[in-house]
């Protein structure tokens, strides 16, 4: 039995973490430029909503892709939850899950053969890879949230700014793929091109992660929980931990705003004398939006909380819902889609950072599937309740919708004040 003293003991494992800080940093953002370059291609925001509208012209079916995707991903949390708490490393098992999202993209590739014969086939293809998708998406968000917990153990907001900027950086040479692949090609093999690419992005991301990634569980305490053990300690940190619950409580509210993300793109697509290659082009706005906002909103996590994000971030959204219902011109579109972007990474930023600071990596998945399984309904609800708008009203009743959200939310927040 070691006689080592406790205090000893911690900064031993202190020291050890240290040691492989910046290799772990290194490999964590050359995961995020590969990973992001796949997103890039494979995003629910525009590149999915304009591979639908090519195939069908019915709006529910732009509604099914945020039902589906952040419905399903929410709500897919909490399988992750309990493997990732009784996993001893955090690694190995974020790894297995996220390939299996690597199998939601290459359905998703095939569904693009189809086309050509049946459109019909061709979606429902798609939809099931999607669901897919989103499934593994939802699984992973947590794992890797908990490994960041144990291979980045200092200054996570910091960490997450550089990753989604280095993300971003990705997404931007990722976007100028995307637009020069829908100016030559014509569709679908402009985004069979798209898609493939994605693919062989996305398991590369895998492999970097494999390779490069040094945890140290040394101090890892894995717990034996149940499925049905979540919802009870979940409901325990919401009535412990009052910093969490009030982000939870503005997070699930946001919810309500996002169901209109898909919209944004197709709407502004519509507009008069948009150029060749308009998706790429917004597609590159849209990154480079979010490659300055990841820092300054890492910056603001480290000094003033997630709640702080969310805050800046709402404030992003309603801006974007103002000038979506009311721009005539394509653009205004630009700045539209830039203040989307901030607003959108920022939502999905605290959400991480708020898990990874307020758990203080211990049963860091079950803060993720709290929040995961508390926001689902929303989405799902709100984005059927959209189609709906749109097809009774018009899309501005969509957006009018999420810009009173949002704003609501942003006043919320300085109600629900986080501690510095």
């Not at 900064?11 to 490999?27: A, V």
Request: charged share 10%; net charge positive.
């Amino acid at each position: 039995m070691s006689n080592t003293p406790p205090l000893q003991d911690a900064q031993r494992i202190y020291l050890k973490k240290e040691s492989f800080y910046k290799r772990n940093f290194l490999t964590l953002m050359g995961e995020s430029f590969f990973f992001a370059f796949s997103l890039t291609l494979f995003s629910p925001e525009n590149v999915l909503p304009v591979y639908v509208a090519s195939l069908s012209d019915k709006s529910v079916y732009i509604a099914l892709i945020s039902a589906l995707y952040y419905g399903i991903s929410y709500s897919a949390t909490v399988f992750s939850c309990v493997i990732g708490v009784n996993a001893k490393s955090p690694k190995w098992i974020s790894v297995a899950i996220c390939f299996l999202q690597r199998v939601g993209f290459f359905l998703i590739y095939l569904s693009t053969y189809l086309v050509s014969g049946n459109v019909q086939l061709a979606l429902v293809t798609f939809f099931i890879s999607l669901a897919l998708y989103a499934t593994s998406s939802g699984m992973s968000n947590p794992l890797f949230a908990q490994m960041v917990g144990t291979s980045i153990h200092r200054n996570v907001g910091t960490f997450y700014g550089a990753y989604n900027m280095i993300g971003s950086c990705s997404g931007v040479i990722a976007s100028l793929v995307l637009t020069q692949c829908m100016a030559k090609y014509s569709f679908p093999y402009s985004l069979r091109y798209v898609f493939l690419l994605g693919l062989i992005a996305a398991l590369i991301a895998t492999v970097v992660v494999s390779v490069g990634v040094k945890e140290v569980t040394d101090d890892r305490v894995c717990e034996k929980i149940r499925l049905r053990d979540i919802f009870p300690i979940g409901a325990q940190i919401l009535k412990e931990n009052k910093g969490f619950r009030n982000y939870t409580i503005i997070k699930i509210l946001v919810g309500a705003a996002e169901f209109a993300i898909p919209y944004y793109i197709i709407t502004a697509s519509s507009l008069e004398n948009t150029p060749a290659g308009f998706v790429g082009i917004m597609s590159t706005i849209y990154l480079i939006s979010k490659m300055v906002g990841s820092l300054v909103l890492g910056r603001l996590a480290d000094r003033f909380g997630a709640i702080m994000v969310l805050r800046c971030s709402c404030i992003c959204g309603a801006a974007a819902a103002f000038l979506a219902a009311f721009a005539s011109d394509y653009r205004i579109s630009y700045i539209m889609y830039g203040l989307l972007s901030v607003a959108v990474n920022g939502i999905m930023m605290s959400s991480s950072i708020a898990c990874v600071s307020y758990s203080k990596n211990v049963r860091t998945p079950v803060y993720m599937a709290t929040v995961g399984l508390l926001c689902a309904p929303m989405y799902v609800i709100t984005s059927f309740c959209g189609a709906a708008l749109a097809s009774w009203f018009s899309y501005t009743a969509l957006f009018l919708l999420a810009l009173t959200v949002y704003a609501v939310c942003a006043l919320l927040s300085f109600r629900l004040k986080d501690r510095p």
